[in-house]
Structure formats: structure tokens, C-alpha cells
């Protein structure tokens, strides 16, 4: 079974014409704020992780034709469903029925400056030397992954270069799935245009990836 991932939507087709917003606006209705609060507050109980909430909404089938918040909103319901945290029945009565399930931690309003500013920091110490350095030619593997992944589908099998290295970070694909941080080294790959979009892509258009190393292979000098 291969995931279908909404990572990155680069290279899709799409309906309609893309409207740009304006600068500064990131509410479009009263829920949406709610929407947002809630997301970081049951995040902060430590009853998942960044990458499991990320994994979450970027696997959902109806993704295409949800908002930006919608988005948000139906994969906490997803998350806590999952957890027995938030029952099907309570999200449709919109009221708790059942006893609530425990949590590790609790966001208190006056906390909530402090927690934003701390952050999540992803870096960790390396175990072991890059495999790859500034200059060198990779190739983006082809995963058949029966898991989210954060490899954008478009530049998987194509030809890049590793434009910066910037040490071994928890590695996504692993954490979203319980599975531990698992470190790699992640690097910038910067890809060419038409070796993404073919002939016709403009030559001076560059597109830059961060990836972490288990994504990509060497390029023998020679090809």
C-alpha cells in the first residue's frame, strides 16, 4: 500500500485560477482563530508530535477541496478520535458524552507566548559523518512508502545538487509514525527546471528542497 500525500503539491494540476491574498491576512472567519488554539493546545499535552499532527492533515482524502483551517480542524478531530480523546459522537453532538481521557500536560493561557517562542527545536547531535557535501551531484530515491512521507512526489527520481548541509535533524517520516526521532543529516538540494518539468521548463529556473540523506543516492561522476 503507497500513501497518498499532499506534502507538496508542486507540479499538480489544479482548477481555477490561483488568487493571491493580501499580506497580513490570516483569518477569513471567526472559527478559524479557534481552530488554531485548539490545534496548539491539545499539540502541547504531548499526545502526538509535530510531525504526526503534519502527517496527520497531509494524508486526508478530502485535502483537495478543504481550507486551510478545515484542513487543520479535521485532522485534530482525526488525532483525537484516534486517541479516544474526542469520540465521533461528541464532534457530532458538539458537547463531551463520554468521561475525558488523561493527558500528559496542559497549555495554560499565560503560557501559551512562551511555549510559541520556544518552539520545537529539530536539531540534534550527529552519530555519524554527512555522506553527502556542498557541490555534489544526488539523485532523489523513488520510495514505495506505505507511510506518509515528507519526499515531494515531484522531484523524486530527478537529478539535483546539494546546495547547503545544515546537520542531522529528526527525521519526519520516522517521528510521525511513533517511531523515534531517528536523526539524519538534512541538506538543501536545489533541482534545475527542466529536469523537473521537462524541455519546455524555463533553464534559469531553480527549485530548492530540503531533504534528509535517506532520500537520495550519489550521482557517479560519469553520469
Known amino acids: 500500500m503507497s500513501y497518498q500525500t499532499h506534502a507538496d503539491l508542486g507540479g499538480s494540476p489544479v482548477s481555477g485560477a490561483i488568487l493571491p491574498e493580501p499580506e497580513g491576512v490570516a483569518f477569513h472567519a471567526d472559527w478559524e482563530p479557534r481552530a488554531l488554539a485548539l490545534t496548539l493546545a491539545m499539540g502541547a499535552t504531548g499526545s502526538w508530535n509535530l510531525d504526526a499532527s ?28 484516534e486517541r479516544a480523546l474526542a469520540l465521533p459522537d461528541e464532534i457530532a453532538a458538539g458537547r463531551m458524552l463520554h468521561p475525558p481521557q488523561p493527558v500528559a500536560r496542559v497549555l495554560r493561557a499565560e503560557q501559551v507566548q512562551q511555549a510559541l517562542a520556544r518552539g520545537s527545536p529539530t536539531e540534534r547531535p550527529a552519530a555519524q559523518p554527512a555522506r553527502f557535501a ?17 519526499l515531494p512526489a515531484y522531484v523524486q527520481g530527478k537529478p539535483g545538487t546539494i546546495e547547503s548541509v545544515h546537520g542531522t535533524h529528526v527525521f519526519a517520516d520516522s517521528h510521525a509514525q511513533g517511531l523515534g526521532e531517528a536523526p539524519q543529516w538534512l541538506y538543501t538540494v536545489v533541482f534545475d527546471g527542466p529536469a523537473l518539468w521537462g524541455d519546455g521548463a524555463e533553464s534559469a529556473q ?17 553520469a
Open 134 to 150: 556542498v557541490g555534489q551531484r544526488v539523485r532523489m530515491r523513488m520510495p514505495a512508502a506505505d507511510h506518509h512521507t515528507r
Open 206 to 222: 531553480r527549485v530548492s528542497v530540503d531533504a534528509w540523506e535517506s532520500y537520495m543516492d550519489a550521482v557517479p561522476e560519469a
Open 54 to 81: 503534519r502527517a496527520a492533515r497531509e494524508t486526508l482524502p478530502d485535502y483537495a477541496r478543504l481550507g486551510y483551517y478545515q484542513i487543520w480542524l479535521a485532522a485534530l478531530e482525526k488525532l483525537m478520535a
